[in-house]
């Protein structure tokens, strides 16, 4: 799938974001996990994790010394704001407890950026990009939107 433009990258975006919990349900692949009979059909939430790296501060558990921020999700979890510019979009719908870096998004605003996409990219640069693979930083083209992907993707 290829948008035109950002305006429909946006609207791709939050119309596929409701549809994966619900692909993920239909599937119902996994009642029993690691012998056990689990409380739910699917691995999502090992998954989810897996991919944890948030530290004891990040999460809550100590109060904030080395760390800058309290991230209420891990990097996989549900997505935490929709990005379109559509008149359905409400506010009740973006995520209350969105951690953002207010620098980060003046930044971006101040370069004409929107409101909305403003807000999701800072969250993302939140934390630090997981997955990179051997010789990836060798044959940068910034042409090219794979390392924004990765970071999207992970985020």
Same mark, same amino acid.
């Given at each position: ?22 692909? =993920?349900? =239909?599937?119902?692949?996994?009642? /029993? #996990? ?6 739910? @059909? ?25 760390? +800058? ?9 549900? *997505?935490?704001? #929709? ?6 979009? +409400? ?6 407890? =969105? /951690?953002? @870096? ?5 930044? =971006? ?10 807000? !999701? ?11 990179? !693979? ?11 939107? *794979? ?7 992970? *985020?």
């Amino acid at each position: 799938m290829q948008a035109q433009n950002v305006d429909e990258a946006g609207k791709l975006y939050d119309q596929l974001a409701p549809l994966g919990p619900i692909m =993920l349900a =239909l599937t119902a692949a996994t009642p /029993v #996990y690691k012998g056990f009979l689990a409380d739910t @059909d699917i691995r999502w939430n090992q998954h989810v994790s897996g991919a944890d790296d948030r530290t004891a501060e990040e999460m809550g558990e100590k109060p904030l010394e080395k760390d +800058r921020w309290r991230i209420s999700k891990s990097r996989w979890s549900l *997505n935490s704001a #929709y990005i379109a510019r559509d008149a359905r979009l +409400r506010d009740e719908y973006q995520d209350p407890d =969105l /951690v953002i @870096d207010p620098d980060v998004k003046r930044r =971006l605003m101040d370069g004409g950026m929107d409101d909305l996409l403003a807000t !999701h990219l800072p969250h993302l640069f939140l934390r630090d990009p997981l997955f990179l !693979h051997a010789g990836g930083l060798k044959f940068l083209d910034l042409e090219k939107t *794979n390392f924004f992907e990765i970071f999207q993707s992970t *985020n």
